[in-house]
């Protein structure tokens, strides 16, 4: 094997390796995370709480959808805005569909990293 293939092929690796440990540590596990939160019992997110922060959440109550941010952030803004959007077009699945509800979660973690211009595209400018 020459070695221009060589180091194309690690560089290939490295690459590989660094998506798939960015998509682990931002999307995959902060969304098992937030599904968990969503649907554990009240023990459950007590403990959780000890080791993570919930920065927003959003909430149905007779047809009306309430939005609470903990914490002031860009991030935080779209991704409750993503899931309003999800309520609004019933997207957003009960916690008895476990992947159905989590691939909610996946989707607001990509897509809040996603260029502004992009996202507003997609979700509209967030009204939150």
């Given at each position: 094997?020459?070695?221009?293939?060589?180091?194309?092929l690690?560089?290939?690796?490295?690459?590989l390796?660094?998506?798939?440990f960015?998509?682990?540590?931002?999307?995959?596990?902060p969304?098992?995370?937030?599904?968990?939160?969503?649907?554990?019992?009240?023990e459950?997110?007590?403990?959780?709480?000890?080791s993570?922060?919930?920065?927003?959440?959003?909430?149905?109550?007779?047809?009306?959808?309430?939005?609470?941010?903990?914490?002031?952030?860009?991030?935080?803004?779209?991704?409750?805005?993503?899931?309003?959007?999800?309520?609004?077009?019933?997207?957003?699945?009960?916690?008895?569909?476990?992947?159905?509800?989590?691939?909610?979660?996946?989707?607001?973690?990509?897509?809040?990293?996603?260029?502004?211009?992009?996202?507003?595209?997609?979700y509209?400018?967030?009204e939150?």
């Open positions: 094997m020459k070695k221009s293939n060589i180091l194309l690690i560089s290939g690796i490295l690459l390796g660094f998506l798939v960015w998509a682990t540590t931002s999307i995959f596990i969304a098992n995370v937030s599904y968990n939160l969503a649907c554990a019992s009240q459950e997110i007590d403990i959780l709480l000890e993570y922060v919930i920065e927003g959440s959003v909430e149905t109550k007779e047809d009306e959808i309430i939005v609470t941010i903990f914490v002031e952030d860009e991030d935080v803004i779209k991704h409750e805005w993503i899931h309003v959007k999800q309520l609004e077009s019933d997207r957003i699945y009960s916690c008895s569909h476990k992947i159905l509800r989590t691939m909610n979660e996946i989707e607001a973690y990509f897509m809040e990293d996603v260029p502004n211009p992009i996202y507003n595209l997609i509209g400018e967030p939150i």
